[in-house]
Nanobody, 123 residues
Framework: QVQLVESGGGLVQAGGSLSLSCVASGRTRSITAMAWYRQAPGKQRELVAEFTKGGSTNYANSVQGRFTITRDYVENSLYLQMDNLKPEDTAVYYC?????????????????WGQGTQVTVSS
């Protein structure tokens, strides 16, 4: 089991900045990739930014150049620095960890989710 706890959400005016944190605990050695997702009211959950299994980063087009994802492998933490926020960034932000374990012949996978943190950007 992996537990994820997010923090750092809040209310900010358009153009402002927020920083989100996610701390993983439990079977953290099984984590191969981590990501931030968000879900706005009435919309599907979408990928915001991720660290892939290979260690590279990807961003949604809508946040490219404004958001920065970082990962601390020692502290088992994931961060999201959000700058130049826009009202359309308003959503609940979720931390996700992809976990893999088992022998090479049979790898088990599971995605863990945090409880989410609300980000509200006023115009």
């Amino acid at each position: 089991q992996v537990q994820l706890v997010e923090s750092g959400g809040g209310l900010v005016q358009a153009g402002g900045s927020l920083s989100l944190s996610c701390v993983a605990s439990g079977r953290t050695r099984s984590i191969t990739a981590m990501a931030w997702y968000r879900q706005a009211p009435g919309k599907q959950r979408e990928l915001v930014a991720e660290f892939t299994k290979g260690g590279s980063t990807n961003y949604a087009n809508s946040v490219q150049g404004r958001f920065t994802i970082t990962r601390d492998y020692v502290e088992n933490s994931l961060y999201l620095q959000m700058d130049n926020l826009k009202p359309e960034d308003t959503a609940v932000y979720y931390c996700q960890a992809h976990s893999e374990w088992g022998p090479v012949e049979r790898v088990y996978e599971y995605d863990y989710w945090g409880q989410g943190t609300q980000v509200t950007v006023s115009s």
